[in-house]
């Protein structure tokens, strides 16, 4: 029976394979058996959680309708976070079906282990989802997986202490450990794994960073311990490492709240926090959304306003919603989650959700970013695959991130669905 595993490595840049200063061995052994992409394009905004569905479902956020990792809803009038799954299940998130869902219904047992957008989803047989906060380990995994946790020993009361930006690494040593005892004792034929923290360094540190080296090296030897397991034998497994972005430095932050402020379209209460908005910006680190709540003309508004912020030192494009669809990207007339705006940070700048203060720039929170467009050389992803179905030492060109889904299909021999990707068969044999 075919068995497929899938590895993500957050924010692990194409750059970094060329760099003989990122320490890869078990990866770069896996593309001398296997096969290896000069890049892979990522879907824009190029963030978690739209990069991850866009891997699994081989398409866009137009179509999956996972437009960023944070929106406005704009009922509510809340800024939501969809990272760490707190809101929302995957039936809820995810409009297209992704390949484990065709697994799934095919017969095949699937499981996943930290993997982005699965909160509940159905078809994964075993679920660990990338939760963040303790209340949401404890109150959304299910309860088998939970006692199956406790059973092995594992520090459940840990997981959202562990989830913390600079303890992803304590978290990523686990979700190899659990990988492992999974496929001993579940035997999935699909496993899907997320790894995290190197994408953590490199917003803490910048990439190329002595720390995001580290990551980079530490996450290569726990993929290596996972792919000595029985069960994650090559002559009978599939496996396809994949990231979800790269990594751009920053240097500086841009603040488009603080001139929405200044122009009297946001107001602030006495701790700094934003008390109503008439129109309000909520960033996707290298992106963000303007979003227009007002009663007003909105277009017209956003006709001015996208004069207005395309002036603001580090922005690099801002659109409208008729410019939307050549980004891969639904209008707000199709989907709420998407903005009236929609804003870029020009390298070495991120964008803010700071609102307080008269400078339109300063210090960054982050030394390095993502969430721009995928011609960054910078933003490409990594593609490697080896094992049952693979060609050997095979140089691939350039891929999509759309293009993994229905290669997945392909490897586990079954019929993908409709995707704006390809499979590529060049490298299957």
């Known amino acids: 029976m075919a068995r497929l595993i899938l590895i993500s490595i957050d924010g692990l840049a194409h750059f970094y394979w060329s760099d003989p200063a990122a320490r890869m061995p078990v990866l770069r052994g896996l593309a001398e058996r296997g096969a290896v992409a000069d890049g892979m394009a990522t879907v824009f905004v190029s963030t978690t959680w739209p990069s991850h569905v866009s891997l699994v479902t081989g398409v866009g956020p137009r179509r999956h309708g996972v437009v960023s990792n944070h929106i406005l809803n704009r009922a509510t009038g809340r800024v939501e976070d ?66 199956e946790l406790r059973d092995l020993g594992y520090p459940i009361e840990r997981q959202g202490e562990w989830a913390e930006l600079p303890r992803r690494f304590l978290k990523d040593a686990m979700v190899a450990d659990l990988a492992i005892d999974v496929l001993r004792r579940q035997a999935p034929d699909v496993l899907l794994v997320h790894f995290l923290c190197a994408d953590s360094h490199q917003h803490l540190y910048g990439p190329r960073s002595p720390e995001a080296y580290w990551a ?28 979800d972005h790269g990594f751009l430095p920053v240097s500086r932050e841009v603040r488009p709240n603080v001139r929405l402020r200044r122009r009297g379209l946001l107001r602030l209460a006495e701790d700094g926090a934003i008390a109503g908005a008439e129109t309000r910006f909520v960033m996707n680190h290298g992106a963000g959304w303007v979003y227009i709540l007002g009663a007003g003309d909105r277009e017209r508004l956003a006709g001015d306003l996208k004069a207005e912020l395309a002036t603001l030192p580090g922005v690099a494009g801002v659109w409208t919603p008729d410019e939307y669809e050549a980004l891969g990207l639904p209008r707000p007339a199709d989907d709420g989650r998407a903005g009236d705006l929609l804003l870029e940070a020009e390298p070495g700048y991120m964008l803010s959700d700071e609102a307080r203060g008269e400078e339109d720039t300063g210090p960054p929170r982050y030394r390095g970013t993502h969430g721009q467009r995928p011609t960054y050389a910078d933003n490409r992803a990594l593609f490697v695959a080896a094992g049952r179905g693979v060609k050997r030492a095979l140089a691939l060109g350039a891929v999509t991130s759309r293009d993994v889904a229905p290669t997945l299909m392909t490897l586990l021999e079954l019929p993908a669905a409709p995707a704006e990707g390809r499979a590529l068969t060049e490298m299957l044999g």
């Open 82 to 147: 969809f990272t760490g799954d707190p809101v929302y299940d995957a039936a809820d998130l995810l409009r297209a079906p992704t390949f484990y869902d065709g697994a799934h219904a095919a017969g095949l047992r699937t499981a996943a282990i930290d993997w982005p957008a699965t909160r509940h989803a159905k078809s994964l047989d075993f679920n660990l989802p990338f939760f963040k906060s303790q209340r949401i380990f404890e109150t959304q995994t299910d309860a088998a997986v939970w006692r």
């Open 216 to 243: 980079i090296a530490y996450i290569d030897a726990l993929v290596g311990r996972l792919l000595g397991a029985p069960g994650a034998d090559l002559d009978r497994a599939s496996v396809v490492i994949v990231s």
